[in-house]
Each structure stands twice: as structure tokens, then as C-alpha cells.
């Protein structure tokens, strides 16, 4: 080292307001108490409940014929949603399904946030319905923080017993309905009620609805926040021009209390008050005035109580409401705002999606419902005293309607050839079968290698119609 | 573990899998003790895209119990159950023994569908369209491979489905060929028969036995030589089902047809198998095997389910 450099002195670099700050890595969570909220946006949070819920415990009542609407029967293979009958062999419609709701979730939130979080999710609409239980037994928040910092009393634990109770209660129906659209559910409702179900359908009655019963009553936000992966990718989906529930800075601050009587010019402060309701009802137990956080499940929840507050004090609503972090910086009206929406990404997005649910809407709607699979023997190919070259092949016959089909066999290849064997099939409702079919041409009329053939399978009427291609193989 | 000579790498595993779950353990414990720095405003300082800032949010307390949890439970498994090296584990588990439980319990299980059938006669088992049913799975799974699906077969592979039989139809010697097997045995004879031209003679013999298209004078100078071939096909050449002599004056060539076919065959000779069920099948299995296979070429035919 040179002598300049050693009397050098080293002079740490400081920020103004940093004072650090330190926590141990891992903590107990503080448990949140949301404050109940009343607003447009709770109300479409309940729409969704109920949509949902109606569906979800509705569904597996409705009948269908003979049968019930919805059924996933995995014992036997077979998929009956409300008049089709599918064969997992109908998979890809899954999958259609599958990158349907994916784009969609990918559309949404690039138009307005995570509206799947606040809306629709299960974990969210869970939780309300079990905070509205809580609410009914041990009231609103301040009622309940109360109750839990208080000593064990008789009237604790009568209200947390009775909780649990209609918690437990609700999670159960919960798991029955689950197992209901896998097990027909009238049967299913007998069995529970003498406790004769199988074993594997008391496992998933009991295990779903003690999901259901952690996840609604006691994991809440913390699914969202460090359990679901959902959560973290919409993220990615959001852009500068995307609505989001958003604290409007220039308008709330400087924040502080006032006296009522002070109108907002006189106090010199921003239209914020400084109430911390909007802290108070957050299910996830954030400050939205902090800007957006990956916390956040868009629930709008601070908007309506916010709202409310603003038409207390008589200044504008919308302190904290659905805008784009552009709209905020330019200062942007509401039609400049929406005529955003036909940004580049949200129109791939939405003409990608609507594509794809017109070709599985087509594909549904022209769907044949019968399904045939050729397997060839692999055994050599035979001939026979008669002078014949013979294959052997095995066709799944697979009827996807509920009627009984009489089906005829025809196969299409080189000239003279011909089945050997029985052509006429009877296939009964939503059933498979097996059977072996002999092909034949003439000994010669062939040459060596493998040729395309083509079976036609149609029923009497000839409504159903499939064709499906093998190979004949005449050997060296 | 017989895959090692020696125990060193049996225990080389065993070490670095505990080593591992108590190394986790240890840094679970030690993060647990350290605090983490972080800004007034609590954040890392780390910024991202502009405006994108870490929080130093800490993780969950229920999530280290998780991670115990994972710990507790791994080690019951290496307790309980092999991973441990050559350790076999306390419940002395394998997958060949769980194999070998499940297979008897589906037969317990299977036990009272096949009785009803045992105590039948095969010809009657073969008129249930239930037994008809197993009886058909059965051949598709085990019999399929070489016989075809439609049970006719293929050269080298015998029709099942005709009157013709190498070692006899009836219900008892279909059981006997499933059950124990059967070995086809035509041996060379070229050195008894003679030269190749009386073998071509003998060829042309056997080809007039069943009518089939021959040349007779070849065939008269061929008859001599059949001698040598009736000891087990018989003076008239209609088969010996005893030892498994095909019938040549019928038009089933299970080998080939043609003058080529039989020359070869005299030539070389040919041992054909048909290997044993009886220890991939049960008895039960057999019976209803049996009756399907007799009910092939024996038109009794039970309704189809």
C-alpha cells in the first residue's frame, strides 16, 4: 500500500431517513380481524359468492334424464356433463377448457387486476362466507378482537364452540358436495346419513371439508400470500394502463385528522383523514396508501369504506378507487382511461381466447359421439386354406350416446379385400366393447409391405358415422 | 443392496441422507437466530423495474413448522421403510411382498365369482355369458399374443377355432395344454428319408394325402419312403394326437403349405412350444379359460353380454 492512500479516511454513505430497521427471519403472523364493509364492491363480491356457490352446490341435484346432470364416474370412465358423454379419450376438451380459463384469467387481469382473487376464487369466497359466520356469532371487529384478548369465559367459549359448529357444519356439506360430483349424490346423501359410505368417499368428504375448514377459517390471506402460485404470476400480467385499486396520492396527502367543521381549502391537508379504515378492512392487513403490493387481491374493499368516508366529510369519492397508475400520472379522464382497454395485449388476449372457444365450441357441437380405436394384432398375418391373406385387429367400439346402437363394419382399402368376420355390432348405452375383426385379400394381389386401410363404422340410421385408418401388412 | 460388494457403500448413502436432514435442520435453526437488516421503510433496498422494492417481510412461523414437520416425517420413513442404504427398514417393506398381497387379495376377492363356475362342468361354464366374458378377457391378456384375437392364429401358431387338434379337443386335454404346456417335436430326417430327390418324392406323397395339388409319379416314388414318417403320423398319415403328430391328409399346414414347406420341415425338423399357464393362472382361471376356448370350436355359443 502507498503511504497516500493509508491515512485515507473511509466515510460511510447514508441516505437521510435511513435508520435500519431489523426483524427475525421468520415470525408469527398477526392475525387479521377485517372490519365489515358495505359498498358497491362488497356487493359484487357477494354476487360472486352466490354465483359460484349456486353453482358449485347446485349442480350435482340437477338430473339429466335418468341420470344426474354432472357426473364424473372415474370407476368407470365415463364423464356425463349435462347431455354429453365423454370418454377419457375426450381429454383435449379438458385441455381446451383448461387454456380457456387460462386466457381468460390472463385477460381479466390485464384489463382490470386480479378480479379473479377478489371475486372468484374459492379461497376468497371461503373466507367470506366463513367471516360472515364469525360476524353473526362474534361480531364485527372491535367484538371479536375483544372477545380473543379476553380471559376464557362462558360466553367465549359458548361463541367459539357454536363457531367451529356451523364452520365444521358448512365444511362437511362442502366435502359432500366435492365427493357428489364423483359419486351419484341421492345415493351418496343415503349412505352418509346410515354412515355406510366406502371408505375412499368418507377419506375425501373429511378431507375436503378439512380444507375447506382451514383454508376459510384460519390460513385465510396466508394462502394468498405465500401458498398460492396464482396469486404471484398474475403480477405479471399487469401493465401501466391495467385497473387496479389504487390510493390517489395528490389527493390524499398531506393526511391527518381534522375537526369536522374545517372545511378540506381551510385545514391545508389532503382529502385523506387519516381514519385507517381502509386498513381495518383489508383481509389481507394492508395499507393500501403505500401503493400497490403484491398482497393486494384487488377485493376493493378500501374503496368502499373510503367512499363511505369521503360522503361522511362531504369531499369526492374515489380517494381510493379502480384506476391505472397511468391514468393517475397523466392525470388521464375517465374515456381516456377506457380507451386504453384496446391496447395491443389485451386485444391478442381477447381474440386468442375468443378463438379458442369458438373452435371448442365447434368442436363440442360436431363432436360424433362414438369413438373407435384400432389396435392390429401383432402377430403374423395368416393365410388361409382358401388362399387368402389375413390381419387381425381389435376395435374398441366406444358409443358416447345413451341409446342402444346397431353398428356396421365396412373396410376401405385395396381392391378385394374384405372382412371375414361378424360386421354387424350391438353396442349398448355409454358402452364399450372389444371385438376382432378379420380382414382378407386375396393370396398375391398384394404387394409386399404395409397398405392404408380405412374402417367405416355407421349406425342404422346413419346418424353416427366414424372412420378410422390402419394398415394391412402382407409379410416377404 | 446385493448390487454391493461391500457395506461401504451401503453406509456412504445411509451418511449423507442423515447428514443431509439434520444439515436442514441446523440451518433452520441458525436463520432462525440471525435478524435481517433492512430499511427504515422496511425494505431490502433492492429496486426493480423503477419502482419495484422487496419488502423484509419475515415468513410465516407455520412455514418452519412445515419445514419440521417434513423433517419428523422423513425420518419415520427411513425408520420405517428402506432408503436407508441396505437398511431394509423397521416394517421390513417390499414391493415385491406388497405385489404378492395384492394379487391375494384381488384372487380372495375374485374367490366367490370363480367358485360358481368350478363346480360346473366345462360345457356348461361355457354357456354363462358371464364366465364367456372373463373366459375372453383371459385369452386376450395371456393367449392373444400368439393365437390372434380371433383365435385362428398364425404359422406356427395353431387355429383354435377349428376341429383340428395337435393334442386332442376335448375339455380335459384343452386343460392339460393350457395348464402344463406342449412341445411339438418333428425331428430332422433328412438321414432316414434319403436324398434330396426322395425327400422331393416324399413331399409330393405327403401333398396327395390331403388332395392337394401334387404330381403323382413323384408322389408313387415318394410313398416308399414314408415309412420313416408313419412310426408317429400313421400308415395313412392322419396324425397321432398322443404325441402331437399332425394330421397330413387334412388341408391344416400349421407350418406352411407347399412342397417347399415340407422338404424344409423333413430337412431340419421343428420343435414348436406352447409354454405352461399353471403358474401364471390359477385353477379357477384355467376352468374358465378352458371353457371358452372349448366353447371356440364348439358352437354352443353363449349369448354374448
Known amino acids: 500500500m502507498s503511504p497516500q492512500n493509508s491515512d485515507r479516511k473511509v466515510i460511510p454513505i447514508h441516505t437521510a431517513d435511513e435508520s435500519p430497521s431489523s426483524a427475525f427471519l421468520y415470525a408469527a403472523t398477526p392475525k387479521i380481524y377485517p372490519r365489515t364493509v358495505q359498498g358497491v364492491f362488497a356487493y359484487w363480491r357477494w354476487v360472486g359468492v352466490f354465483i359460484t356457490q349456486l353453482v358449485f352446490y347446485g349442480l350435482p341435484w340437477l338430473e339429466w334424464g335418468q341420470r344426474q346432470a354432472v357426473l364424473f364416474d372415474l370407476g368407470a370412465r365415463r364423464f356425463y356433463v349435462l347431455g354429453l358423454v365423454l370418454y377419457p379419450q375426450d381429454f383435449i376438451y379438458l385441455t381446451g377448457l383448461l387454456v380457456v380459463s387460462a386466457l381468460s384469467l390472463f385477460l381479466f387481469t390485464a384489463v382490470a387486476g386480479r378480479l379473479w382473487c377478489g371475486y372468484a376464487c374459492p379461497q376468497t369466497v371461503y373466507s367470506e362466507i366463513f367471516m360472515y359466520i364469525e360476524r353473526q356469532i362474534e361480531g364485527d371487529r372491535s367484538a371479536r378482537m375483544k372477545l380473543d384478548a379476553g380471559a376464557y369465559s362462558l360466553e367465549k367459549i359458548v361463541k367459539k364452540t357454536y363457531k367451529h359448529i356451523v364452520w365444521l357444519g358448512f365444511s362437511i356439506w362442502t366435502g359432500f358436495t366435492f365427493v357428489g360430483y364423483f359419486t351419484p349424490i341421492h345415493e351418496l346423501g343415503m349412505a352418509f346419513l346410515q354412515t355406510r359410505m366406502g371408505s375412499w368417499e368418507v377419506f375425501w368428504v373429511f378431507f375436503y371439508g378439512f380444507a375447506t375448514y382451514g383454508n376459510a377459517g384460519f390460513m385465510r390471506e396466508q394462502v394468498c400470500k405465500f401458498m398460492c402460485p396464482y396469486a404471484r404470476f398474475q403480477s405479471a400480467m399487469f401493465d401501466h394502463d391495467t385497473l387496479i385499486v389504487t390510493y390517489d396520492q395528490q389527493r390524499g396527502e398531506p393526511r391527518g385528522h381534522r375537526p369536522h367543521s374545517v372545511s378540506l381549502a381551510e385545514s391545508g391537508l389532503g382529502a385523506c383523514i387519516d381514519c385507517n379504515l381502509c386498513v381495518q378492512v383489508c383481509p389481507t392487513g394492508i395499507d393500501i396508501r403505500q401503493g400497490l403490493q403484491y398482497e393486494c387481491i384487488g377485493c376493493g374493499a378500501c374503496a368502499d369504506v373510503c367512499n363511505g368516508v369521503m360522503d361522511k366529510m362531504g369531499y369526492a369519492r374515489g380517494l381510493v378507487r379502480y384506476t391505472t397508475q397511468n391514468a393517475l400520472r397523466h392525470g388521464w379522464s375517465t374515456t381516456t382511461l377506457l380507451k386504453r382497454f384496446f391496447r395491443p395485449r389485451v386485444v391478442v388476449y381477447t381474440s386468442i381466447l375468443w378463438t379458442l372457444i369458438l373452435v371448442l365450441g365447434f368442436s363440442l357441437m360436431l363432436r360424433t359421439p362414438m369413438r373407435v380405436d384400432v389396435v392390429k394384432d401383432r402377430g403374423m398375418p395368416r393365410i388361409t386354406q382358401n388362399g387368402n391373406l389375413e390381419n387381425v385387429y381389435r376395435l374398441q367400439l366406444m358409443n358416447a350416446t345413451e341409446e342402444l346402437q346397431q353398428l356396421h363394419l365396412q373396410v376401405r382399402g385395396p381392391e378385394g379385400m374384405n372382412i371375414e368376420s361378424e360386421a354387424n355390432f350391438e353396442l349398448g348405452p355409454a358402452l364399450s366393447r372389444w371385438v376382432a375383426v378379420r380382414v382378407s385379400v386375396p393370396y398375391g394381389s398384394l404387394s409386399e409391405g404395409s397398405h392404408k386401410i380405412w374402417f367405416d363404422i355407421e349406425n342404422e340410421t346413419q346418424t353416427l358415422r366414424v372412420t378410422e385408418a390402419s394398415v394391412f401388412l402382407v409379410p416377404r | 443392496m446385493s448390487d ?302
Open chain 2, 4 to 305: 454391493f460388494t461391500g457395506s461401504f457403500w451401503s453406509s456412504y448413502v445411509a451418511i449423507i441422507s442423515l447428514v443431509g436432514i439434520l444439515a436442514c435442520l441446523v440451518l433452520l435453526w441458525v436463520t432462525a437466530r440471525k435478524k435481517s437488516v433492512g430499511n427504515a421503510d422496511n425494505t431490502t433496498g433492492h429496486v426493480w423495474d423503477e419502482d419495484l422494492r422487496e419488502m423484509n417481510n419475515p415468513l410465516p412461523l407455520w412455514w418452519v413448522g412445515l419445514f419440521v414437520i417434513t423433517v419428523i416425517f422423513g425420518l419415520s420413513y427411513l425408520f420405517l421403510y428402506p432408503g436407508l442404504g441396505a437398511y431394509t427398514g423397521s416394517k421390513a417393506w417390499s414391493s415385491k411382498a406388497e405385489y404378492d398381497t395384492e394379487i391375494l387379495k384381488a384372487n380372495a376377492a375374485l374367490q366367490p365369482l370363480y367358485a360358481r363356475f368350478e363346480a360346473m362342468a366345462v360345457q356348461d361354464v361355457a354357456k354363462d355369458p358371464q364366465a364367456h366374458a372373463i373366459g375372453e378377457r383371459l385369452f386376450m391378456n395371456h393367449c392373444a399374443q400368439c393365437h390372434g384375437s380371433d383365435a385362428q392364429g398364425s404359422k406356427g401358431y395353431p387355429n383354435l377355432t377349428d376341429s383340428d387338434w395337435l393334442h386332442g379337443g376335448t375339455p380335459e386335454k384343452i386343460k392339460e395344454s393350457i395348464s402344463l404346456g406342449r412341445v411339438g417335436n418333428m425331428p430332422p430326417m433328412a438321414a432316414v428319408v434319403g436324398t434330396s430327390d426322395d425327400m422331393r418324392n416324399l413331399a409330393h406323397y405327403v401333398l396327395s394325402l390331403s388332395g392337394s395339388p401334387h404330381d403323382s409319379l413323384k408322389a408313387g416314388f415318394g410313398k416308399p419312403h414314408f415309412g420313416a414318417c408313419a412310426a408317429c403320423h400313421g400308415v395313412d398319415g392322419k396324425g397321432m394326437m398322443a404325441v402331437g403328430a399332425p394330421n397330413l391328409s387334412d388341408k391344416v399346414w400349421l407350418h406352411g403349405w407347399g412342397e417347399e414347406a415340407i422338404v424344409a420341415m423333413v430337412h431340419k425338423g421343428k420343435q414348436n412350444i406352447m409354454p405352461a399357464q399353471q403358474d401364471r393362472l390359477s385353477a379357477s382361471q384355467i376352468h374358465v379359460l378352458t371353457s371358452y376356448v372349448w366353447s371356440l370350436s364348439n358352437h354352443t355359443h353363449a349369448a354374448t353380454p
